[in-house]
């Protein structure tokens, strides 16, 4: 009985900018515990390599080459996936961007593009899924937060913002959609060694401090995500909901 809990087996899953990293890591897990997973990433060229490796591992997957911070392909995008491969199920809004610089020297650019990748689509695919959720009483959204949606840290201060507010939406869909059936959770990542994270993980003096400030002493693995996800998106978590999953090592858990 336990086991069936954690069965994805039927259900069709969105992960947004899923051609690598944290996003490519959460799918696998998703399509290895039975869901068929659809890949998203601006870049056919990537992403199609990203679902060929699942393919060739025996596990179901797609891909939706479409920009998630454009609203009117993202509603195409969501409407060709009910179509041609089913039910979405289970979103993972996933897609997000970094941008590193003391606070004073950021433009107005540079911080608009940042909150648009990291909030506005989270926002933009989120509604369009969830418009097809509704009718079916059913369905799970997990939003990945960060522990920055905790903390601050200097020169990252978009990306913190945009995290802080991707907490919130998340609390906010789920006060609106709960009552519709649907499960609305959030993963925080600590950190994690990903393209993102690239500047970090070439920085000895980061290195260092990591190895201090985290209870557990070291980076994450991205495969380590996938166990919070499969259980966000399963029976396992039916009465969860508004929560944030910190897969963190233990930083947030201390000072």
Known sequence: MSTKLFDLTGRVALVTGSSRGIGFAIARGLAEAGATV??????????????AELRAAGLNA?????????PGAVANA?????????????????????????????????????LATNVDAAFLVGQAVARKMIPRRRGKI?????VTSELGRATITPYST??????MMTKSMCAEWAKHGINVNGIGPGWFKTELNRALVESESFNAWLAQRAPMGRWGDTPELAGAAVFLAS?????VNGHILYVDGGVTAVV
């Open 38 to 51: 659809v890949l998203n990433g601006r870049d056919a060229a990537t992403l199609e390599p990203a679902a």
């Open 62 to 70: 797609s891909t939706a080459v479409f920009d998630v911070c454009d």
């Open 78 to 114: 969501v409407e060709a996936i009910e179509r041609d491969v089913g039910p979405i199920d289970i979103l993972v809004n996933n897609a997000g961007m970094q941008k590193r610089l003391p606070l004073e020297d950021f433009t107005l650019e540079q911080w608009r593009e940042v």
């Open 142 to 146: 997990i939003n990945i937060c960060s």
């Open 162 to 167: 945009s995290k802080g507010a991707i907490k």
């Open 235 to 239: 029976d396992a978590s039916s009465y």
